[in-house]
């Protein structure tokens, strides 16, 4: 394995749980799911825009579907997260959004015709049992909406790593980052028509806004730039790191429960994810 996208993956899972633990934290503020996308991708966008210039690209360059298509997945991905964090557990909600590597199986031999070797279809299977351990998916049960956010953000990062992966053909780190930054901010302004979404809030609590905003720029630019040097199929269980330090950090910050069963469907995820990747 790389070391240097080692080193950048074990960085961005420590990253992650900080970022999602002061996503939670404004959850529970005043502060909407809208509001603190916002600030996410806004600052991300103020980040990436001085380093695109430099690459000396023009705007123009930007008008690519497929960076079109990343841009619009990834806003999917980082927005289902977060409502998945702000409303379930912190290390279920971590768990669920690293299922990534699970439906990357499913989908690359529908759009990248790669063959899944029969044997994989056991620890899939046992992949999603212990979901169904972790996630109470019956519409009574409390939160159920949180944990379909955070399998679906699973589902969305998974998509935005194929594009991810074939946008590194031609595009630059740099590039890609900074398009995907711009245009969920963009749909960000959009949704502020349907949405709550207060310039007086954003103004009021830009500390705890600027720290998601850093943080989550961070962990998106140590993801990116590690997914050159190494496939995500081997870079995935380091990331799992987050996952333990999620429930921990949920534990001793937030006052949260690991019941029995939850604990063994995250074993359960983990353990066939990386007997997937193997």
Known sequence: MNRLAASLILIGALILTASNAVVKLAGLG???????????????????????????????????PLLALRGVIGFAAIVLNYYAAMTISLGNATLLNLT??????LLAPLLL??????????????????VVLVSPFHLGAANWSGYASGLASGFCAASAYMTIRKLHEKESFIAISFSYSL??????????????????????????????GVL?????????????FETASRLAPLLYLSVIASFALGYFAFSETLTLSNAMGALIVMGSLIALMS
């Open 30 to 64: 005043e502060l909407s799911l809208l509001e603190v996308s916002f600030a996410r991708f806004a600052i991300s966008t103020l980040v990436y825009w001085p380093l695109f210039w430099r690459e000396q690209r023009h705007i123009k360059t930007l008008i690519n």
């Open 100 to 105: 990534s590597p699970l439906f990357t199986f």
């Open 113 to 130: 015709g790669e063959h899944i070797e029969k044997k994989k279809f056991f620890w899939l299977f046992l992949a999603f049992a212990g």
């Open 183 to 212: 245009i969920a901010t963009t749909l960000c302004l959009f949704a502020s028509a349907f949405g709550i979404f207060r310039l007086s809030a954003l103004l009021d609590h830009w500390p705890i806004l600027l720290v998601i």
């Open 216 to 228: 989550g720029t961070l962990y998106q630019g140590l993801y990116t730039l590690a997914l050159r």
